[in-house]
């Protein structure tokens, strides 16, 4: 891309009523950014649902101006960008139709043949939804996955430590321009994250710092990866935003579920009883649930939790399923002599104990 056409995508980036999805209209239709600009305003007007608020200032000159100003900080600080029409845009991003126009990086990203996953949750996460989250980070490694999040407090710099403490590549998403850093407190962990990885974000260093820029953010957390991670919520959160988008995306969602009593687990909770998520329990259900193979065909060795005390009817399952291999959810129920609906509950039990785990088509199997 030549330095005027990258000018150009600046501008029409910078038009404050056209977002990432009508510019990728009017490229298409245009052929270019640059001939969007020479379009006639009458021939813009006949794009189906394009009107004239919405393109309202687009030929005003101030756009380009503001390009070159953007351009000399990008120059400066030797920030790395990616237009979605380039092939080095992020494969999964670029079929999101509301990915980025341009993508602005730092670091050393390389998602080239890498498999991708994003890990969100609660900003106020417990200790327990710390230790899970190293846990899976930990048990993931073997995968060599890319490990992506927003930079926040909480789950997302759990998840970004986690990677840099198992030599994982790790990228964080932010909500605003890369010349600053939210929350200040996580700058110190910013050279080791370019060192392993780096930063996305589609915000200049200009765009004003607001709140509604971190739900605009989350849709390149989901649109990045193969599957989003929840590892607490709240019943309301930004990752439950993220998971709602990953959705839409036909990506995988996966949730850690909690106790019903517990308020950071009611959004996790509700994801797997709307089935909206995976319920997770055990870190290589990731993997198994997403086909993915090691290298030489080695695959880590799921660690059962020792002693774990099954109930009576829990036993027979066990039992059942220990000699049976996997087996769909009616079957068990007609060999176990059990109601669906008790079953349904005994597996769910023991699916948190950590002796059995879901398949996809309601099937089952001991771990």
Known sequence: MTEDQFI??????????????????????????????????SNILKIDRIGTVTIEGLFDSIHFEEAKNELRFIKDNNIGYTCFTDS????????????????????????????????????????????FCEKLVEELTPYDPVIISGFAYGTDITAHKAALKNNLQTIGCLAHGLNQIYPKIHKKYMVDVEKHGGFFTDFWSTDAFDRNNFLKRNRIIAGLSEATIVIESAEKGGSLVTADIANSYNRDVFAVPGRTTDSQSVGCNNLIKANQAHLLSNPLDVPYLLGWELDHQQKPIAQKQLFVELEPDEKIIYNYLKEN????????????????????????????????RPLPGKLFEVI
């Open 8 to 41: 150009n995508i600046l501008a029409l980036q910078h038009v404050p009523k056209i977002g990432s999805t009508t510019a990728k209209k009017l490229i298409a239709h245009c052929g270019s950014a640059e001939a969007v600009f020479k379009e006639k305003k």
């Open 88 to 131: 080095d845009y992020p494969e999964r991003l670029k079929h999101c139709i509301d990915a980025p126009l341009l993508l602005f990086q730092s670091g050393n990203i390389n998602l080239h043949n890498k498999r991708i996953i994003s890990v969100v949750g609660a900003r106020k996460i417990t200790k327990s939804g710390i230790a």
């Open 325 to 356: 291999d996997k087996e769909l959810l009616d079957v068990i129920a007609l060999h176990c002599n059990m109601p669906t609906y008790k079953l349904a509950g005994l597996l769910l039990n023991m699916e948190l104990k950590g002796v059995i």
